[in-house]
């Protein structure tokens, strides 16, 4: 037998093999806005399930055939998510005990019951029922996130957006052989780029030749590229191999291409599109296989417009463009690299240094770092080589950057001003009456407490959570899974 009542998002079933009772079930839940569907066995309950399962099971226990317990054992086996109560007399309470217990049976109601209290208790269970499938959900997601979400990257250190963007395009740029012009400011990680494209290319086992346009004469540049025979011009005494040669079936990673002669821009482009020079002084054609990577630190058309860079040469190179942000757009990463950085030269300069205070992460995360990466670097290094440690403070990095007290204080109030949130709105504020030590919280509530105002405030937006935290989003993730793990 199956009967039904209304029509809503939300379906509740009730089993019971005594008619009157599925009739006062019936007339109870006609003001509950839910689909409720009345059967008298076990049997038809499983079916409709199959069909189409359920928010909530209602069940009596004794019932013929297939008792209640069996049901909602078989419910509780195949649809976790649904919310299973069993409808009781007190005579069976140790059984419905030991089945909550178990957790085949989320709660209970007595018969006879208040009908008030089944409302209620019925509410309760889809509004359970709601949140539990809202958890799955949002564990689902996290793990997809967490999953996709990279903190490092070959030899890149970063978990912002802006890194997770050059890092797709490089895995997706990588395995082709099209020529990859990389731009972006100095010490961004041009270089590293281009060591990427290569490790992950099927070059990999081939050469990675790196020529560096800014640091070589210039009337030296075309024998470093193509090499020379002897007695080409006073001082080759001996033939010599350029990078083209070093780098076939490998990678030619020009950096500062901007800096190289306009007329020996001219020879490159020939030797790009035809994959063959002539050693300087030779006569012989040389035919190589190379993949071309090469990076700016300058605006590529304004160099074309300043005449520093051939139109024709730069739209060979730049088949893929790949872009580094400067490291004060990159959320928290400051913050990863100066972590990494120490760990590094600590080890490197056998020095304990714990980390940074809180003033100083502030600072790091604040400082606008003109010189990028290569900047934080060498100024942790500094810090590692000068602090007295074991904690890292503001005046560690102001003496490395040489800023002076008030810069310091500036940049430090200026990073607390952009948080979205302040300590005041913290589950402890600062200016809140002392506790006693009794009433004093763990840390790692706090902490939870804390986390989850911030994503609250944000809107769910746990990216965004992250950063104004001064954490990594995959560090939130981390933690909202340990949460769930630890409440499941
Ligand atoms: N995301 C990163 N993670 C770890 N180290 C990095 C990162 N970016 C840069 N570095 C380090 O910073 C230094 C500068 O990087 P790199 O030489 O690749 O920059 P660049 O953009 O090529 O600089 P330039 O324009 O001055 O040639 C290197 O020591 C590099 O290893």
């Known amino acids: 037998m199956l009967d039904t009542i209304g029509a809503s998002a939300t379906r509740i079933l009730f089993v019971d093999d005594e008619p009157s009772i599925l009739k006062s079930l019936r007339r109870v839940t006609r003001s509950m806005s839910a689909e409720c569907i009345f059967v008298d066995n076990g049997r038809d309950a499983l079916a409709l399930m199959r069909e189409n399962p359920f928010d909530v099971v ?266 580094l942000p400067p490291l004060n757009q990159r959320e928290n990463d400051p913050i990863l690299l100066a972590n990494t950085f120490l760990q590094r030269f600590a080890a490197q300069e056998r020095k304990e240094l714990v980390g940074f205070s809180s003033e100083a992460s502030s600072l790091i995360l604040g400082y606008d770092w003109p010189g990028n990466v290569r900047q934080l670097q060498n100024c942790i290094h500094n810090v590692v080589v000068m602090s007295a440690g074991p904690l890292i403070t503001p005046n560690d990095i102001a003496i490395a950057l040489q800023l002076d007290p008030q810069q310091v204080a500036t940049i430090i109030s200026n990073k607390a001003l952009t948080k979205p949130f302040t300590p005041s709105a913290a589950p402890i504020a600062p200016n809140a009456s002392k506790p006693n030590a009794d009433e004093l919280q763990p840390l790692s509530k706090i902490e939870k407490n804390y986390i989850e105002l911030a994503i609250e405030v944000c809107h769910g937006n746990v990216v965004k959570a992250a950063s104004a935290l001064g954490v990594s989003p995959s560090t939130l993730y981390r933690k909202i899974q340990s949460w769930e793990a630890k409440a499941s």
């Not at 564990?139 to 070959?154: A, D, M």
């Open 58 to 323: 209602v069940s009596d226990m004794r019932m013929p055939e297939m008792d209640g317990a069996t049901l909602l054992a078989e419910i509780a086996r195949d649809y976790p998510e649904t919310m299973r109560l069993v409808l009781s007399g007190f005579a069976e309470d140790d059984l419905i005990l030991a089945a909550i217990n178990e957790g085949r049976v989320w709660g209970f109601i007595h018969k006879p019951w208040d009908d008030h209290q089944l409302i209620v208790t019925l509410q309760h269970a889809v509004t359970t029922q709601q949140m539990m499938v809202e958890r799955a959900l949002l564990r689902r997601t996290v793990e997809r996130y967490t999953s996709e979400l990279k903190e490092s990257f070959v030899s890149f250190v970063g978990g912002s957006l802006p890194m997770q963007a050059v890092y797709n395009q490089i895995e997706r740029a990588a395995p082709s052989n099209a020529s990859v012009f990389i731009t972006g400011p100095s010490g961004t990680g041009k270089e590293l780029a281009a060591e990427a494209i290569h490790k992950l290319s099927e070059r990999k086992n081939g050469p990675f030749i790196a020529l560096n346009c800014a640091a070589i004469p210039t009337e030296l540049m075309e024998s470093e590229i193509f090499g020379h025979v002897k007695g080409a011009f006073t001082g080759a005494v001996s033939a010599r191999d350029g990078a083209a040669t070093q780098a076939h079936n490998g990678t030619l990673f020009l950096d500062e291409i901007g800096e190289m002669d306009i007329s020996l821009q001219a020879k490159l482009l020939r030797f790009i599109q035809t994959g063959s020079f002539q050693k300087v002084g030779g006569t012989k054609q040389e035919n190589v296989n190379i993949r071309f990577v090469c990076a700016t630190n300058r605006a590529p058309l304004d160099a074309i417009a300043n005449g520093t860079l051939r139109e024709d040469l730069y739209y060979r190179l730049n088949v893929v463009a790949l872009h």
